[in-house]
Structure formats: structure tokens, C-alpha cells
């Protein structure tokens, strides 16, 4: 069974960087799509990143030129580099790993971004 175990999470100052981690087992990671969403208190979960299984990335606008996704195929994690972090960025950041039909979930981790 797939399991995704999110690390990196923490309060920081705006204008500061995080870098979280997703690693996944009990999984081919090699062959999911892979992405990171974020829920802020009150509000849906919305989408942050994503990288295909072919290495392709995309990013939703409001972090473009600031976050990077990456995958690590041999390690099995997935990380997201933030930078430049803003109030706004306040959220718990979850894993998600799609194969076909298949969707998986991490529990996610929370980032704070306040002075």
C-alpha cells in the first residue's frame, strides 16, 4: 500500500525559504505523477505543483518564479523549494501521487510564514 510521509514544514519569516520533502514507500515511485496542494485555515485545498513522471513540471500562478518542484526517482521523495515566502504562503502542504485510477495522499505538513 502507498504511503506518503511529508517532513520540512515550519514557521519562518517572510521572505524566507523552506524546503519540503515527500517520501513515498510501499510504491513504484518512478511511474506517478506527483504533486504538492495546500490548504489554508478556512479555505479549499488548491494546488501548488506537480511533476509528470517524464519530469515535466507545472505551477499554479501564485507561486510561479518562487516555488520549484522536483522528484527524486531513486530516493523515492518528492521536494518543493520555496522561496521568497509570504504571509499568504500559510498552509498545511500536502503530497499527492496519481497513477491511472489511483490517488494517493500524505498526511501533510504545516508552514508558517509570519515576523
Known amino acids: 500500500q502507498a504511503h506518503l510521509m511529508e517532513s520540512g514544514g515550519g514557521l519562518v519569516q517572510p521572505g524566507g525559504s523552506l524546503r519540503l520533502s515527500c517520501a513515498a514507500s510501499?510504491?513504484?515511485?518512478?511511474?506517478?505523477?506527483m504533486g504538492w496542494y495546500r490548504q489554508a485555515p478556512g479555505k479549499q485545498r488548491e494546488f501548488v505543483a506537480a511533476?509528470?513522471?517524464?519530469?515535466?513540471?507545472n505551477y499554479a500562478d501564485s507561486v510561479k518564479g518562487r516555488f520549484t518542484i522536483s522528484r527524486d526517482n531513486v530516493k523515492s521523495t518528492l521536494y518543493l523549494r520555496m522561496n521568497s515566502l509570504k504571509p499568504e504562503d500559510t498552509a498545511i502542504y500536502s503530497c499527492n501521487a496519481d497513477y491511472i485510477s489511483r490517488s494517493d495522499w500524505g498526511q501533510g505538513t504545516q508552514v508558517t510564514v509570519s515576523s
Open positions: 510501499g510504491m513504484i515511485f518512478s511511474i506517478y505523477d
Open positions: 511533476i509528470t513522471r517524464g519530469g515535466s513540471t
